[in-house]
């Protein structure tokens, strides 16, 4: 029996115009330029001449992709055809499907059509990303995929069917987004934007011109520090509205749903993201929590898969968040409730965590030492004594990290799961279950050496967070630990086999 | 298992051939060098006027401390590199400044190369690799083991792979093999004729049925 293709659907071609209008962005520009400076009337012809071509542009691919396109399911595999001129036919085992997501941006709601992606354990993108079928192609097609029994997908029962687990409140999202700053990403955005060529040539010659000459003519003693404080103060300020509105924007309406042990996410006010993963794909959950939102009660989730999370598309400009989040903000009264979820297997509740090596301290101290010496001696060639100023500084600092770390840094074996925690401003745990571990590793630094002591790492098939590792633990103890996780990880069979 | 500290002196040891192996790669890296370094070093310090320096200085430095501490490193690391091959895992201890000892489970194998450059050829060694779930590079990787050893290495490695795999239930698969799929077709495109074959696709599109757990890349003949 021959598989049965299907296309996607024919209104694909609008959700392709803008992205082909950006990849033709350049040459818009020359023709919209042309037309300008032409102007008089007897062009009108040529103008109307450029506007279709340009059109035949966008269009002819958009078509041919469409033509060419097929998905098919047929004997247990997901089959992809595409192309024209090289022809490309992609097999999916459909066990070996780590993760399933639906995009849809305000173009694809209006138009109610969804980008399906396919995520297996091959890499970071998305393996198949399917755009765009209706919705209701897009369910069913999900249904076969994870084997559920397939129905007509319709709005209703999905709502009467759902189990919603964790849906923050809108106060707290807005909260995690006043926790965070963007300035640093305005910033890198702003000169993002200036390298762009049309912008480049005037940013540069209106510094040429204005800025530098002005800056030149002001005397230093007006320079003075309120102005550049506040303008600092400013940009922050901005920084931290747009965080709290992108914040909003983007996890609006943020929902957990579980079902036959898979859970999906969706979110998004305009752009709308859904993605499905299995609870038994789950290699490594990772917390994370800033100080301010450690005072506020709150951190964020991230869980890790095989594949991606919601990873870029290969070939694609689109790229949409990297980071496998689970949940943007979690009530920390919420965290038990949320690790038995995603690590069902394991009892997490009383994690009991031990200390690294005392001898860290030392070691870090060491460690800085022979760095230390080389700078103040290069910096000895302009401060001359003050180098000695220079070695204490990098000293203290080396101590000082030492200290933290040995305060901050915890571990604990709990259930099989492979747990620390980490940071001081910032701090991280990460939870590994020791039947998702792929290899053991102990190493040892010189410095290490001296002190005998040891970093265990633990590596797992997740593609972020992929290993866990303790720094600075007593040999005897890395041994032990190293020893306990790689007999687990030989026991169990490989936990990439699980699938929907 | 790591056990009993990280004493690996009772480990397998590298064929002693692997020196050589090292040893003329070494030089080969530092003449490459050099010469990167040398061209660059004579055109440019032909030109000042105020270079004081003995012409090439830089580069013969380089030569010196690049084959001194590579031709002296050769023997510790040969000496530290060690292997042993347990009941259910592979470990490989490395390293002389920073050391490692990594442990890989043998039903974590997703699978194992075999490789040599044509001096390792000539010498008749191979470098054995293992690559696990999620590391795109090997996991492990044992240079200068003989042609034979690698390739009994290899079978061993391999060999009781799927078995275990097989032996336990795996999750059922959405559509059992050869009766077809049970479900329902998707809702037909809005466009007529989706019964469509493309033209240059019809050999390509009999595929096997996905195999469940049958991760091991079937074994070449050699």
């Known amino acids: 029996m021959n598989p049965v293709f299907h296309r996607i659907h024919p209104l694909t071609i609008v959700i392709e115009l803008p992205r082909a209008l950006r990849q033709l962005f350049v040459v818009i520009l020359i023709v919209g330029v042309q037309i300008f400076q032409r102007g008089s009337t007897d062009s009108e012809t040529q103008v109307e001449l450029y506007l279709s071509l340009l059109g035949l542009a966008v269009v002819i691919p958009a078509l041919l992709r469409y033509f060419s396109y097929g998905y098919a399911i047929h004997q247990g595999n997901l089959l992809i055809k595409s192309g024209i001129i090289t022809k490309n036919l992609r097999t999916i085992p459909l066990d070996r499907i780590q993760n399933i997501n639906f995009k849809r941006t305000l173009l694809h709601r209006l138009l109610g059509l969804v980008d399906v992606q396919i995520e297996t354990a091959a890499g970071g993108a998305a393996e198949a990303a399917i755009s765009a079928l209706t919705d209701e192609q897009a369910h069913v097609l999900r249904a076969q995929l994870t084997g559920e029994r397939p129905r007509s997908y319709s709005p209703v029962l999905e709502a009467r069917d759902k189990k919603i687990v964790y849906k923050p409140t809108i106060w707290e999202i807005l909260l995690v987004g006043a926790s965070e700053n963007r300035a640093l990403t305005i910033l890198a955005a702003i000169f993002g934007l200036l390298a762009l060529p049309p912008f480049q040539q005037t940013f540069f010659n209106a510094i040429d011109r204005d800025t530098i000459r002005t800056a030149a003519r002001v ?119 949320m690790m038995r979820l995603t690590l069902p297997k394991y009892d997490l509740s009383a994690p009991e965590w031990r200390e690294v090596s005392k001898s860290t301290f030392w070691r870090h101290l060491r460690s800085g030492f022979l760095p230390s010496v080389a700078i103040s001696l290069i910096s000895v060639y302009w401060l001359k004594w003050g180098a000695a100023g220079v070695f204490v500084g990098l000293m203290a600092l080396a101590a000082f990290s030492g200290y933290i770390y040995w305060r901050t840094a915890r571990w604990a074996q709990v259930s099989g799961v492979l747990a620390t925690r980490v940071g001081w401003l910032k701090r991280q745990w990460n939870f590994l279950p020791g039947d998702k571990i792929q290899a053991v590793t102990i190493s040892q630094t010189p410095t290490q050496r001296v002190f005998k002591l040891a970093t265990v790492t633990c590596s797992s098939a997740a593609a972020t967070f992929q290993s866990t590792e303790i720094d600075d633990l007593p040999v005897d103890e890395a041994v032990r630990v190293a020893t306990e996780f790689h007999e687990v990880s030989a026991r169990g069979r490989d936990s990439l086999l699980d699938g929907f | 298992m790591p056990g009993r500290a990280l004493e690996t002196e009772t480990w397998e040891m590298l064929e002693p051939q692997v020196k050589t192996l090292w040893r003329v790669e070494n030089l080969i890296s530092t003449l490459i060098i050099a010469l990167m370094v040398g061209v660059p070093e004579f055109l440019i310090t032909r030109r000042l006027d105020n270079w004081r320096v003995p012409p090439l200085a830089i580069t013969g430095g380089l030569l010196v401390l690049s084959l001194g501490i590579g031709q002296w490193i050769v023997g510790r690391t040969y000496h530290l590199y060690r292997f042993r091959l347990g009941e259910d895992d592979l470990a490989v201890a490395k390293g002389v400044f920073w050391r490692s000892w990594r442990f890989v489970s043998r039903n974590r194998i997703q699978h194992v190369d075999i490789s040599a450059g044509p001096i390792a050829r000539a010498l008749g060694l191979v470098n054995v690799s293992l690559f696990v779930g999620g590391m795109p590079t090997a996991a492990v990787s044992i240079p200068g083991l003989t042609e034979a050893r690698g390739e009994q290495l290899r079978a061993t490695l391999i060999k009781d792979t799927p078995k275990q795999a097989l032996d336990e239930p795996i999750a059922p698969m959405v559509a059992p093999s050869d009766s077809g799929p049970q479900l329902p077709d998707l809702p037909p495109s809005p466009i007529a004729g989706t019964a469509w074959q493309p033209p240059g696709l019809e050999g390509l599109a009999e595929i096997p049925p996905a195999s469940p757990a049958n991760d091991t890349p079937p074994q070449e003949p050699r």
């Open chain 1, 219 to 337: 005397p230093a003693q007006q320079q003075n520090w309120m102005l550049w404080g506040g303008l600092m103060l400013a940009f922050f300020a901005i920084g931290w509205v747009v965080s709290i509105v992108s914040t909003f924007v983007k996890y609006f309406d943020f929902e957990i749903t579980e079902k036959d042990g898979k859970i999906k996410r969706a979110y998004g006010l305009f752009n709308h993201f859904e993605n499905t993963v299995p609870l038994r794909r789950i290699q490594t959950v990772h917390v994370s929590q800033n100080f301010v939102q450690r005072w506020l009660n709150i951190s964020k989730m991230y869980v890790a898969t095989a594949g991606g999370f919601g990873g870029e598309k290969r070939n694609e400009e689109v790229q949409i968040q990297t980071a496998p989040l689970l949940t943007p903000v979690l009530r920390e009264s919420e965290r038990d409730r």
